[in-house]
């Protein structure tokens, strides 16, 4: 294995796992302004899309820096992008919310990558002789 298949998977792994996990560690520090404004959007139990929102964020955040059920995790959190995409940022009138919805449908683009090519060399999974740079499996 080369430096370039080792290595760059791993930084695409980290620059996607930072919007995560920052998003993430920044519910928890501001959960009633959290539950507000998913409660603003009309959805039901706003305590417990937070927690969802927060296990998702924070959690599959680290879990996709390091590597670890990559796939899995990559799956989970680019259905989360999508679903947060068209729940949260749907008003396309606003240029913000259309950059935010198109944000969101590119990360799920590249966290479907993720789960098609595997964590790389450099991941708890690669360590674990779990996954290896091969496409996933019909």
């Known amino acids: 294995m080369n430096a370039q298949t080792r290595y760059l998977p791993a930084l695409g792994r980290l620059l996607i796992a930072v919007i995560f996990i920052f998003a993430g560690f920044g519910k928890i520090a501001a959960p009633v302004a959290t539950q507000g404004y998913i409660a603003s959007t009309g959805l039901p139990f706003p305590l417990l899309g937070y927690l969802l929102a927060v296990l998702v964020e924070a959690g599959g955040g680290v879990l996709l820096l390091i590597g670890y059920q990559t796939r899995l995790v990559a799956l989970v959190l680019a259905l989360f992008s999508v679903a947060t995409a068209v729940i949260f940022h749907n ?18 683009g590249g966290l479907l990558q993720v789960v098609a090519f595997g964590a790389g060399g450099f991941s708890v999974d690669s360590w674990r002789g779990v996954d290896r740079l091969v496409p996933a499996s019909a």
């Open 91 to 108: 008003d396309f009138a606003d240029q913000n919310m259309m950059i935010h919805f198109l944000k969101n449908i590119a990360m799920a």
